[in-house]
Antibody, heavy 119, light 107 residues
């Protein structure tokens, strides 16, 4: 059974940093592109970042470019999102999502970790 | 950035009725469009990928069609568990984008 378990969320002041983790199991992690998708309270889905299966290729949404860094450890089956320069607009539930092989349609999702940016 | 516009915003229907949801892209996404279902307090679930391919375990009452800029998700006969919010998402261009969602509610 595929499992994605996010952690690392919490309350942080504007300008602060957090590192999110997504521990995975039940599939061959190194064969799949992975993404982070967020959802602000009561709002729709926003894609944040994507990393290729090998980790050599990354993409970011414009609002987070230069502030967030996606990475992965294929030896530990863990996906990361390093967030810095956090803003109130980054407040959201952050989901880790597994792509269909190298593609970026998301066939499995975690339950999310909540990031709240507030003074 | 490709903008995905979903319509209608809300669809009020009764169990047993059919539902037709639309997703229009601001430029062609070929067939690289997916549909997701999200219920309150739950993570999204993939229903359809690449316009018309049902994801694993998705019932046959869900079907997708379209290409280019116009896409449709059809639910042939609504079951009680189908009342939810539905999102489309394109993977043809970076950045990946989602539509704003269609809420299917019980009439």
């Amino acid at each position: 059974e595929v499992q994605l378990l996010e952690s690392g969320g919490g309350l942080v002041q504007p300008g602060g940093s957090l590192r999110l983790s997504c521990a995975t199991s039940g599939f061959t992690f190194s064969n799949h592109a992975m993404s982070w998708v967020r959802q602000a309270p009561g709002k729709g889905l926003d894609w944040v970042s994507r990393i290729s299966d090998s980790g050599s290729d990354t993409h970011y949404a414009d609002p987070v470019k230069g502030r967030f860094t996606i990475s992965r450890d294929n030896s530990k089956n863990i996906l990361y999102l390093q967030m810095s320069g956090l803003r109130a607009a980054d407040t959201a539930l952050y989901y880790c999502a597994k792509g269909i092989a190298a593609a970026s349609s998301f066939e499995s999702w975690g339950q999310g970790t909540l990031v709240t940016v507030s003074p | 950035e490709i903008v995905l516009t979903q319509s209608p915003a809300t669809l009020s229907l009764s169990p047993g009725e059919g539902a037709t949801l639309s997703c229009r892209a601001s430029q062609s996404v070929s067939r690289y469009l997916a549909w997701y279902q999200q219920k309150p307090g739950q993570a999204p679930r993939l229903l359809i990928y690449d316009a018309s391919n049902r994801a694993t375990g998705i019932p046959a009452r869900f079907s997708g069609s379209g290409s280019g800029t116009d896409f449709t998700l059809t639910i042939s006969s609504l079951e009680p568990e189908d009342f939810a919010v539905y999102y489309c998402q394109q993977r043809n261009n970076w950045p990946l984008t989602f539509g704003g969602g269609t809420k299917v509610e019980i009439k």
